[in-house]
């Protein structure tokens, strides 16, 4: 049994390093080779340039564009599909970047259910936060130089990334208006990057912790961006705990809803256009979130936390740490102050995803960016 064991676990470690090494090779723009009964090459849409182009269409095969519904819906065609294929007879980076990204793109051809292999290629694209479009090429035999990963060790990565978390350090950070803090870095979860509890006080673990969960925002946490509010909600949080009783903030390297940061910043240069938070992301091809949450409650789990109380605008956040196993005895809004700049997001966040807002003195016109 014991054999048997060490055996299963091996495997596992193996299938989440070949995954692992597949978001790599996304990142960096190259193709995966996706095993299973209908093998593909799969590479990211924002990759394709001349060279590779010319490279795809020396395959010989059918070549196809996969784009989730959000980007077919915005280019024309009706909601039938989870996912679907569009062909690709000649393998044009023109033509694939309008249909993946450009903003007045339009369907110019039929478009096929996508495949399994098409929705693996599609949540590889997801965990590498890069665009959520793939160019994806049946083969009958995988090139020797390209790395290989299962269909199913893909499907399971972020399952099994949530199991294995771990803390790898801990220390005392004094913060401003929050002296007595320590941080605690664990390893695993989403996003690329480790994963932090901010421990602000002595919240005593036998009563409710006060527990804020904050997706990481580079833009608003670190640079005071005044197209949204998280900044204000992250360290007006760390003040409130300090004084009262202590509590925990967890900080998730989620930028942009689980998009990614480049991801981001193209959802940014669509708002400076005209669309509000949710048809920017919805253009890109992104559903109204990206998150989970269920690595955050096996971080309070880690950390002796079994009851809590929330500090969050977000019903989701809400409900997914109870759906986790935590006890949520109660919840609590984390405000942050409404400016010119970002009262049409937090009217968009409020109307759209539900999340529980008072825009003040704020006019129609200004919210609405009129």
């Not at 793939?134 to 099994?160: K, N």
């Not at 930028?255 to 949710?278: H, S």
């Not at 990206?290 to 971080?299: C, E, G, H, P």
């Not at 807002?357 to 016109?365: N, P």
Request: aromatic fraction near 4%; charged fraction near 25%.
């Amino acid at each position: 049994m014991s054999l048997t064991v060490t055996n299963v676990d091996e495997r596992l470690r193996r299938e989440q390093v070949q995954v692992e090494r597949a978001i790599a090779e996304m990142r960096a723009g190259r193709a995966v080779a996706i095993l299973g009964e209908e093998p593909a090459l799969a590479v990211s849409a924002e990759s394709v340039d001349a060279r590779l182009a010319a490279d795809w269409e020396r395959l010989g095969t059918a070549v196809r564009l996969v784009l989730p519904a959000p980007r077919l819906r915005r280019i024309g065609l009706a909601n039938r599909f989870e996912a679907g294929a569009v062909a690709l007879p000649v393998v044009d980076p023109a033509r694939i970047t309008a249909l993946a990204l450009k903003v007045d793109g339009r369907i110019d051809a039929p478009v096929a259910c996508a495949r399994r292999v098409d929705a693996v290629a599609l949540e590889l694209a997801r965990l590498a936060q890069v665009i959520p479009a793939m160019v994806v090429a049946p083969v009958s035999g995988v090139p020797e130089d390209a790395l290989t990963v299962d269909p199913a060790a893909v499907e399971l990565f972020r399952t099994r990334q949530a199991a294995a978390l771990r803390i790898v350090s801990r220390a005392p950070v004094p913060l401003d208006g929050a002296p007595e803090t320590e941080f605690v870095v664990f390893r695993g979860g989403e996003g690329l990057r480790d994963q932090v509890a901010v421990v602000v006080g002595r919240p005593n673990l036998a009563e409710p912790v006060a527990v804020r969960v904050h997706s990481a925002c580079l833009t608003g946490d670190l640079f005071g961006s005044l197209k949204c509010d998280c900044g204000d909600q992250l360290r007006g949080t760390a003040r409130w705990m300090a004084g009262n009783g202590g509590g925990i903030i967890l900080y998730l390297d989620q930028e942009g809803r689980g998009n990614g940061l480049a991801n981001k910043i193209r959802a940014y240069d669509l708002q400076a256009k005209g669309f509000d938070t949710y048809a920017a992301d919805a253009a890109l091809g992104f559903g109204l979130d990206q998150r989970r949450f269920d690595f955050a409650a096996a971080m309070l789990r880690c950390l002796g936390v079994g009851a809590v109380r929330v500090l969050s605008n977000n019903p989701e956040k809400i409900a997914a740490l109870a759906e986790a196993g935590l006890t949520v005895v109660g919840a609590q809004r984390a405000p942050g102050r409404v400016t010119p700049e970002n009262a049409r997001y937090l009217a968009a966040k409020r109307d759209i995803a539900g999340h529980v807002l008072e825009l003040g003195g704020f006019s129609c016109a200004e919210v609405s960016g009129g």
